[in-house]
């Protein structure tokens, strides 16, 4: 299937030609009506293309431009034509969009590049992800990221679960790495979600967004920045959670990740309340900042978590970032399994001590 049947992502390519960000002209409006809670997991549904040279299947897909590219620019659609930083903006994700699929735009967008293609993809929601997530990685270390790294945070965007809950995705605007979502702001009757990280990660409650999960993808791996509560009271939906909230959506960040090789962070608890801070520098902090809220805020952050633990030593990040890397604990479960298969008493071949003596564990009941 070409980009071209996808109607929504077609229609927003039609409407981007003039290379403006969805943000900045009237398909802003538009996006946001269709996604006003943002991106669900259908909207993501998008594969990602596995071949060794994206330019070769670009080239061949859209071989029926040659003769318009043969009249306008006396040449066909060659490798030297795709890649030279003169001409490679002349073929359009429009112009793609009616031969390679949605995943082969960005891809081609990724390794060849390109500014009017690169504003071209922002117009599209469902693929401004993908151009998200590289310049979130880009302005952690100031260099491009490469598309194996993009399709691997993507993935973990399509496969992130919070249990039973419904889960939908919204970005920041611009190369803001935090600031109000680019879909789910100022929209009726949604209040504005002030997110934190690059992404949003919003989980649902019987049509109420109840809890914010902000995440930044980086070369290093994904920093979680925000793991915060919609609201402070009436959150009775806590006790469908098997532990803590927190300590639930790091660990579901972690899993998903994890399949994909993506290390995760988290920031630390004193730095994540430092963060806070810093973004109410222009209209001053609330009440109760010192003696209350940011001992909370440093106390979430910095509890013990159930199955995962935080490696020695801080990372420091830009936009005052210093984070932990997490990993899994060693499970004393397996410990005490190994030690009650040694010591139980098998029917075949039973366990003896050095002494000769048999050894079982005796069942009471």
Not at 96 to 106: K, V
Not at 329 to 358: D, H, W
Request: glycine share 6%; net charge positive.
């Amino acid at each position: 299937m070409t980009a071209k049947d996808f109607p929504v992502i077609y229609d927003f390519l039609t409407k981007g030609k003039e290379n403006r960000r969805f943000e900045e002209y009237g398909s802003e409006t538009e996006a946001r009506i269709l996604y006003p809670r943002g991106l669900t997991k259908a909207d993501l549904n998008i594969d990602l293309p596995e071949c060794d040279d994206i330019v070769a299947v670009v080239a061949e897909k859209c071989h029926p431009l040659n003769e318009y590219f043969e009249q306008s620019y006396r040449t066909q659609l060659t490798r030297e034509f795709l890649t030279d930083p003169k001409t490679k903006d002349h073929l359009t994700n429009w112009m793609m969009a009616h031969f390679c699929t949605p995943g082969e735009l960005c891809r081609f967008f990724a390794e060849v590049g390109g500014y009017y293609r690169s504003e071209s993809l922002k117009s599209v929601p469902q693929l401004a992800v993908f151009w998200k997530i590289r310049n979130s990685a880009w302005r952690f270390r100031m260099k491009e990221m490469e598309w194996k790294d993009m399709a691997a945070y993507y993935r973990f965007f399509q496969d992130f679960e919070f249990g039973d809950f419904e889960v939908t995705l919204d970005m920041t605007t611009g190369c803001n790495t935090r600031s109000g979502g680019a879909l789910t702001r100022k929209y009726h009757p949604y209040s504005e979600t002030y997110i934190d990280g690059t992404f949003g990660l919003f989980i649902w409650h019987k049509g109420k967004h109840v809890l914010t999960i902000s995440v930044s993808p980086t070369h290093a791996g994904l920093i979680i920045n925000q793991v915060q509560l919609k609201e402070k009271k009436g959150n009775r939906w806590l006790y469908q959670l098997p532990r803590h909230y927190f300590d639930f959506a790091v660990e579901c960040v972690y899993e998903a990740a994890e399949k994909h090789g993506i290390q995760v962070m988290l920031i630390s608890g004193k730095h994540a309340a430092e963060r806070v801070a810093s973004g109410y520098e222009k209209v001053g902090l609330p009440e109760g900042w010192h003696e209350e809220i940011a001992p909370r805020i440093t106390r979430l952050y910095s509890q013990k978590l159930t199955n995962l633990r935080r490696k020695p030593g801080l990372m420091r990040f830009f936009d005052k970032n210093l984070v932990y890397r997490l990993e899994r604990k060693s499970s004393q479960r397996n410990l005490v399994n190994i030690m009650e298969a040694c010591f139980t008493k098998s029917p075949t071949s039973p366990r003896t001590s050095s002494s000769g003596r048999i050894l079982t564990l005796s069942t009471t009941s």
